[in-house]
C-alpha cells in the first residue's frame, strides 16, 4: 500500500470556530482569529484540523442545524475569510476537514420553508412525511428526554414531518434521487475551495430508509461507495471520517469490502471500553474491543478519540460496566446525559491527576488508528456544569490570563469562558503552558513529535503481547520489517510485568525506550522484565534505531 493515503498517519485537531479566537471584537470567535493562530495549531505538529459546521444556521444545536449549505455564517466571517483560511492552512502543510451535516436540515432553511409551503413544490419530497401521526412516533429519540419523538405536527404542511435529532431538524429524504444529487454538490462545492475532506455526521441515519410506512430501516450502503466514488473523481486524496457508532459486525459494511466506501470511522467501540478499562483497571474488554474492531481493509482507518462535544456515550458497555464508569468518572446526576453518557471533559474527569491523564492520551496516540484531539484538550482545559446538557463541554478556548481568556474582547462571550475553581484561566491557558517545560502543552506537542516517529501505529498490525496482569497493556506494532511495543499500566499501583516481544528473532534483545532512557534488554530467558509506575506508560522501539535506514519510503 503506497505511503500516499495521509489520513491513515495523521494528527487531527477538532475545533470550533465560534469558540476558538474572537478577532474582530464582537464575542464570537471568526475565521480571523482562527488564522492568528494557525500558528500555534502548526506548533502543535497536528496533520489536520477539523472544523466543526460553520455555515449558516440558527445555531440551536450548535450548528449542527444548517439553513445555508453553501455559506459561512456571517458572525465568522465570508467565504473569503473561509478561502484564504483554508489556504494559509495549506501553507503550513495543515489539511482541513469540515463536518458534513447533511442527514438533516434546520426548520430555517429555504428548501424546508418551501417544502412546509407548497405541497406541489420539489422541495416536498426533499423531507419525509406522514398524513397521520406513525405508530413509532415516540421511538427511536437520539436525545431522550430532550426530545419527545421522531415525528411532529407541522401546522402549515399540516403533516408530520420526521426528526431523528431534534424538532428543529427535520430530516433530509436521503432516497430522493435529487437529495443525493445536492449532497455531492455540497461536498464538490467545499472540495473546490480546498478540504481535504468531510467528517460526515449520523451516517448511519444519512443511509437509512425512512417514512411512516418504515418499520425496520435498511441501510443503504451503495450511498456510501457513490460519496467516495465522487470525491476522489474531484479530488484524489480527499476523504471521508464517519461518525458511524455501529456495532463491529456492520463496521466492513461501512468500510466497504474492497476499501470502496468510507476512509476512517472513528471508532466508538473501543472509545467506550477504553474508559471502561481506565475505571476499572481492566483491559480485557478493551482487547476484545480491539479485535473485533481489527477487520479493515488495508487503506481504511480508525479515528481515535477520547472525548468530543458531545456526551461520552456509554451505551454499548453492559449495565456493570457503565456503573462502574459512572462511578469512576460521573458519579454525580449534574455530571450525566441521557441516562447512557457523561458530559465532562476528559482532564475534571479524571480528577486532574496529570499521571492518568498522560496514560488516556498515550493510549489515544497508540491505540489502532489516527488520532483526534480536541481542542482545549491539549491544555487539559475543564467545563462548565452550570450550562445546559452537552454545552458543558464547549466553553471557549483559554489562551491567557487576559479577561475572557484573551478569547475576546467583548464583554458578552458567545458562551462563557471558565473563569473559576482549578481550570479557570487565570490556572489553564496557552500563554502560562507555552513557557512551561513540563506543561500539558507542552507534553502533547512532544506525543505528537514521537507519535509521527513511530508510522508503525497508523500503517502496520497489532497483537496484544501477553504481559501476565489484565491491568497492564501490552502491544506490538509490525510494519515493513520494524517493530514498536507499547505498554500501559492502568492500575494506580506499580506493577512489575514480565514479557517476550514475540518476534522470535535477533530484535527481541532489545527495546529502546522513546520517552526516556529506560531501555530494556532480555533476561537469559528471552524475556523482559519492567517496573511500571502506577499509571505508567512505556513506548519502545524493538530492537534499536535504525529503522529509518531499512524502511522503503514509498
Ligand atoms: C452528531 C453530532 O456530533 C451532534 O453534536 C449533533 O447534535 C448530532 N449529530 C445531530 O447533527
Known amino acids: 500500500m503506497i505511503k500516499d493515503l495521509w489520513y491513515k498517519n495523521a494528527v487531527v485537531y477538532c475545533l470550533s470556530v465560534g469558540t476558538y479566537m474572537d478577532a474582530n471584537g464582537d464575542g464570537v470567535g471568526d475565521f480571523s482569529g482562527l488564522m492568528r493562530r494557525l500558528d500555534y495549531i502548526n506548533g502543535l505538529g497536528v496533520s489536520a484540523i477539523w472544523l466543526m459546521p460553520f455555515q449558516a444556521s440558527p445555531g440551536r444545536d450548535n450548528g449542527y442545524d444548517i439553513s445555508d449549505y453553501y455559506s459561512v455564517n456571517p458572525a465568522y466571517g465570508t467565504l473569503g475569510d473561509f478561502v484564504e483560511f483554508t489556504h494559509a492552512a495549506k501553507q503550513r502543510g495543515i489539511r482541513v476537514l469540515i463536518d458534513l451535516v447533511v442527514n438533516h436540515t434546520s426548520n430555517e432553511h429555504a428548501w424546508f420553508k418551501e417544502a412546509r409551503r407548497d405541497p ?6 426533499w423531507y419525509v412525511w406522514s398524513k397521520k401521526k406513525p405508530a413509532n412516533a415516540d421511538k427511536g429519540m437520539v436525545f431522550p428526554g430532550v426530545q419527545k419523538s421522531t415525528w411532529t405536527h407541522d401546522p402549515v404542511a399540516k403533516e408530520y414531518y420526521f426528526h431523528r435529532f431534534y424538532d428543529f431538524q427535520p430530516d433530509l429524504n436521503t ?3 435529487e ?8 461536498m464538490g462545492f467545499w472540495i473546490q475551495l480546498g478540504v481535504s475532506g468531510f467528517r460526515m455526521d449520523a451516517v448511519p441515519f444519512v443511509i437509512s430508509t425512512k417514512g411512516a410506512e418504515v418499520n425496520k430501516p435498511r441501510e443503504q450502503y451503495g450511498m456510501l461507495r457513490d460519496f467516495r466514488e465522487f470525491l476522489q473523481w474531484r479530488v484524489g486524496d480527499s476523504m471521508i471520517l464517519a461518525e458511524a457508532n455501529v456495532l463491529p459486525n456492520t463496521d466492513m459494511q461501512y468500510f466497504g469490502d474492497d476499501g470502496d466506501r468510507m476512509h476512517m470511522m472513528f471508532n466508538f467501540q473501543v472509545n467506550q471500553n477504553l474508559f471502561y478499562a481506565l475505571a476499572a483497571a481492566d483491559t480485557k474488554p478493551l482487547v476484545k474491543a480491539m479485535e473485533k474492531t481489527k477487520p479493515r481493509p488495508p487503506s481504511g482507518q480508525w479515528g481515535m478519540f477520547l472525548r468530543n462535544h458531545d456526551e461520552l456515550d456509554l451505551g454499548r458497555l453492559t449495565e456493570k460496566q457503565r456503573k ?16 447512557r453518557g457523561i458530559r465532562r471533559r476528559l482532564a475534571p474527569m479524571l480528577g486532574g491527576d496529570r499521571r492518568r491523564i498522560e496514560l488516556a492520551y498515550s493510549l489515544m496516540f497508540t491505540l489502532p488508528g489516527t488520532p483526534v484531539l480536541r481542542y482545549g484538550d491539549e491544555l487539559g482545559m475543564g467545563d462548565d456544569l452550570s450550562l445546559p446538557e452537552r454545552e458543558c463541554c464547549r466553553t471557549p478556548m483559554q489562551w491567557s490570563t487576559e479577561p ?17 475553581g482549578p481550570y479557570g484561566y487565570e490556572h ?11 506543561s500539558m502543552l507542552n507534553w502533547i506537542e512532544r506525543i505528537i513529535r514521537m507519535r509521527k516517529e513511530v508510522p508503525e501505529v497508523g500503517w502496520g498490525d497489532f497483537e496484544v503481547i501477553k504481559a501476565g496482569n489484565d491491568a497492564v497493556l501490552a502491544l506490538r506494532y509490525d510494519w515493513r520489517n520494524n517493530s514498536v511495543l507499547f505498554l500501559h499500566n492502568f492500575a494506580g499501583e506499580p506493577i512489575e510485568v514480565e514479557f517476550k516481544t514475540g518476534l522470535g528473532d535477533e530484535r527481541d534483545d532489545k527495546l529502546v525506550d ?3 532512557d529506560a531501555h530494556s534488554n532480555a533476561q537469559t530467558n528471552g524475556k523482559h522484565c519492567v517496573c511500571l509506575e502506577a499509571y505508567g506508560y512505556r513506548w519502545y522501539r524493538v530492537g534499536g534505531l535504525d529503522y529509518l535506514l531499512n524502511r522503503s519510503d514509498v
Not at 437529495?179 to 455540497?186: F, H, K, S, Y
Not at 489553564?428 to 513540563?438: G, H, L
Open 120 to 125: 406541489k413544490s420539489k422541495y416536498r419530497d
Open 175 to 177: 432516497s430522493n434521487p
Open 179 to 186: 437529495v443525493q444529487a445536492e449532497i455531492l454538490r455540497i
Open 324 to 339: 462502574k464508569v459512572f462511578a469512576a468518572f460521573g458519579p454525580n446526576k449534574e455530571d450525566q446525559l441521557y441516562d
Open 404 to 420: 475572557h481568556g484573551g478569547f475576546t474582547k467583548s464583554d458578552k462571550p458567545v458562551m462563557p469562558v471558565i473563569d473559576r
Open 428 to 438: 489553564v491557558n496557552a500563554a502560562f503552558q507555552r513557557r512551561d517545560p513540563n
Open 514 to 516: 522513546l520517552l526516556g
